[in-house]
């Protein structure tokens, strides 16, 4: 069985650009999470939309092998969506210490990255999907910014207390794409 390739990192450090990277180049298919939380806009396809109706049900017939709660929002993974092929999968650590009491053999790569430049990362990301589509005006640019702003600071303090608890990779993040996509590459060959 090819184990699972499991991220780990702090908002904005790189999770979801990796599994897409690893996805494109060498079809690992990166496993949607469920979550309560609503999408962060209509492009938003990181994880697969539901209730908390749906967790509890979720939770009485089928098996979850990761979950966790950020705020008022829960996130969970069931055991029958890991198939044994090639996938990857983010986690935080509580989604992280359930997979450890499992019997899938998995490969944890963390990716961490200075706190101003995940800021960034992800303040770009928000205004940038805020301005799609629209006019450049100066009022555009204005709420674009402080919808950036706003989704920047709420999900950097998030992470404020994130400590990783055991990985098998670390990756520095703080560069970019193409770099960040060389130096995963030369972990995840080693295990295809």
């Not at 806009?41 to 979720?58: C, G, L, P, T």
């Not at 205004?127 to 204005?142: C, D, H, L, S, V």
């Amino acid at each position: 069985m090819i184990p699972l390739i499991v991220i780990i990192g702090q908002s904005g450090s790189g999770k979801t650009m990796v599994c897409d990277h690893l996805e494109e180049k060498y079809g690992i298919k990166q496993i949607r999470t469920f979550t309560t939380r609503k999408p962060r806009d209509v492009n938003d396809n990181s994880h697969i939309w539901a209730d908390i109706k749906d967790y509890e049900y979720a939770k009485e017939n089928f098996k979850i092998i990761a979950e966790t709660e950020f705020g008022d929002d829960t996130y969970w993974t069931l055991a029958s969506q890991i198939d044994g092929k090639r996938q990857s999968l983010v986690v935080d650590n509580n989604g992280l210490r359930a997979l450890f009491n499992t019997d899938y053999p998995i490969v944890v790569i963390h990716i961490w990255a200075d706190k101003n430049l995940r800021y960034q990362r992800i303040y770009d990301e928000a205004y940038n999907k805020r301005m799609r589509g629209k006019e450049p005006t100066e009022e555009a640019q204005i709420s674009a910014m402080s919808f950036a702003f706003g989704v920047a600071n709420e999900r950097i303090n998030r992470d404020h207390d994130f400590e990783v608890i055991k990985c098998d990779h670390s990756i520095d993040g703080n560069c970019d794409k193409e770099e960040m996509c060389k130096r995963i590459d030369g972990i995840v060959e080693n295990y295809l």
